[in-house]
């Protein structure tokens, strides 16, 4: 049984700062490439950063200078440090975590359940 488990969110004013954090547990043979999405009301989920095992990190446009990805592989965890904060950074923000749970068991993807990010103006 796998868990992944979002928490950090919250309300900020714009110009603020929050930081994200995202745990994986269970029995995890190897954890690949995390990721943050977010979802916004009446828009489509959207990848905002993601980072590989080796570290190598990709961020979408709108946020790169400002959002910084990380993650510590001892703890299973993964980071989002959000600076500058905007209201249109405002989505619910959900980890996602590829793991093998067996070394045959392919890529499997998890997500948490999302923790909110309000940004006010």
């Known amino acids: 049984q796998v868990q992944v488990v979002e928490s950090g969110g919250g309300l900020v004013q714009a110009g603020g700062s929050l930081r994200l954090s995202c745990v994986a547990s269970g029995t995890i043979f190897r954890l690949n490439a995390m990721g943050w999405y977010r979802q916004a009301p009446g828009k489509q989920r959207e990848l905002v950063a993601s980072i590989d095992s080796g570290g190598t990190t990709t961020y979408v446009g709108s946020v790169k200078g400002r959002f910084t990805i990380s993650r510590d592989n001892a703890k299973n965890t993964v980071y989002l440090q959000m600076n500058n904060l905007k209201p249109e950074d405002t989505a619910v923000y959900y980890c996602?975590?590829?793991?093998?749970?067996?070394?045959?068991?392919?890529?499997?993807?998890?997500w948490g359940q999302g923790t909110q990010v309000t940004v006010s103006s």
């Open positions: 996602n975590a590829n793991i093998w749970l067996t070394l045959s068991s392919g890529n499997l993807y998890y």
